[in-house]
């Protein structure tokens, strides 16, 4: 052989914390297919509160082992699946990063429903107890193992609130003034952090965790503010039934714009919380798995403060949404009462660019990828149980329970 003959350089290992999840799952397939070793480590306890709920994703999601078998089948790559619970078993985690000295850790292991967050006292404390000491054992684990890895965590755009007073929300740091006795000096402070929910309120906790481990131990960390996430396949997901990914419709782990194309599909009015004059940030699956490439592909230097970077890609008003999709497939929207405590309208403006100087090609709306999620909604149409469509679940205990459409009046289309 050539001494000028050039490989590739072989890729590390991943860690995937929540890689049976709905993000985590088709990043394991993206990063696995690339040619990292990739090791899954989830304690399956987002399939645990589908049965507390009596909820099922809309596409039937085979176990972890089908899964692995199937990823198998299909590519001939082998990813490892560890079983445990961040937060709790402390040491197994340890052993286990100081087996697989990880390259990058990508953390998605967390109770992430904002609605179910708020459903009672149980669950508001089972989702900071279980995001908290997950977050912080991931950071003490890593100095206690004495590992390099660069974590990467999937934060949310709700750490910043959604009252910006015109401002285009920045990645992570606000530049600001302050008078000192040597006159005006130019600082950046994290941005204050404005919580909508117990949820949103662990997300800003963890940043506080990365700020303190990062100046502590000179860990490396990429804290991504990810939009809401729409779409269910991606190009791996779809290469065998049993890896299809989970879609989410009910009225706690459902996200905005799946809801409303799934609505449609089996002719459901469109649940518009309250005027619907909400503007959100949103970003569709498969730009989810390339962030999180281009997030492994880019760490920090040892040294670094804490990267943030926007993971999204557009803003949408909830309103302009069910228009478009009501347009679009025929089937009304209904104005309901809105669950959560949150300004009726707002405006949102968010600076991405981060992302799109490191290569993003956004995916938009416009790409004919909402005829593909209606495609798959129609498809496992029959497994869907309506009366697990309406969010039950209010921010405020004297708040009655919202009324939502009890009996779609059009006949389902699918
Ligand atoms: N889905 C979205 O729209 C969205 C938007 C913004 C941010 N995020 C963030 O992305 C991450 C992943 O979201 P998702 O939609 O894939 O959620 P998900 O609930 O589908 O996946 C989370 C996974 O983590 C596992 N898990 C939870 N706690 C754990 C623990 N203590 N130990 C081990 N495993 C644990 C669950 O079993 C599950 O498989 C979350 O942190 C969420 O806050 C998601």
């Not at 977050?135 to 990467?152: N, Y």
């Amino acid at each position: 052989m050539s001494i000028l003959t050039r490989h590739p350089r072989a890729k590390g290992t991943v860690m995937v914390l929540g890689g049976d999840g709905f993000c985590g799952w088709p990043t394991a397939l993206h990063l696995s297919n690339l040619g990292y070793e990739v090791v899954i480590v989830d304690n399956l306890s987002r399939r645990k509160i589908d049965v507390e709920l009596g909820a099922e994703s809309l596409t039937p999601i085979a176990t972890m082992e089908a899964r692995l078998a199937a990823w198998k089948e299909v590519s001939g790559k082998t990813i490892r699946f560890v079983d445990l619970t961040l937060g709790e078993d402390f040491h197994e985690f340890v052993e286990l990063l100081s087996e697989v000295q990880p390259e990058a850790i990508v953390h998605f292991a967390e109770q992430r429903a904002a609605p179910y967050s708020m459903k009672g006292a149980r669950q508001k404390r089972y989702t900071v107890s279980n995001n908290l000491c997950a977050t912080h054992d991931v950071l003490c684990a890593m100095v206690e193992a004495g590992v390099d890895s660069h974590l990467v965590h999937l934060g949310t755009m709700g750490v910043y609130g959604y009252g910006t007073a015109g401002l285009t929300i920045p990645e992570g740091y606000l530049p600001i003034t302050v008078q000192t006795a040597n006159g005006p000096q130019d600082l950046e402070v994290l941005y204050p952090a404005n919580p909508g929910s117990v949820y949103h309120m662990t997300k800003t906790q963890d940043q506080l965790f990365f700020f303190y481990y990062n100046k502590n131990n000179a860990i490396r960390i990429t804290d991504l503010h990810q939009g809401i996430v729409w779409g269910t396949q991606t190009p791996e997901t779809a290469r065998h039934e049993a890896l299809i990914n989970r879609f989410d419709y009910d009225g706690d782990y459902g996200t905005v714009l799946n809801r409303f194309l799934m609505q449609a599909a089996i002719g459901y009015p469109l649940t518009v919380h309250g005027s619907g004059g909400q503007t959100r940030a949103f970003i569709h699956i498969r730009d989810t798995v390339r962030c999180i490439e281009i997030a492994i592909a880019n760490p920090p230097k040892k040294g670094d403060r804490v990267m943030i970077l926007n993971q999204m890609t557009q803003t949408h008003r909830l309103i302009d949404l069910a228009e478009k999709i009501s347009e679009m497939t025929g089937v009304p929207y209904e104005h309901v009462r809105n669950p959560r405590v949150e300004a009726a309208e707002n405006e949102l403006v968010v600076s991405n660019e981060q992302f799109l100087a490191l290569g993003l090609n956004p995916t938009k709306l416009e790409d004919g990828l909402m005829e593909e999620v209606q495609t798959i909604a129609k498809r496992f149409a029959h497994r869907c149980d309506k009366s697990k469509i309406p969010c039950v679940s209010t921010w405020r205990r004297d708040e009655p329970q919202p009324v939502e459409t009890t009996e779609p009046p059009l006949a389902a289309t699918a």
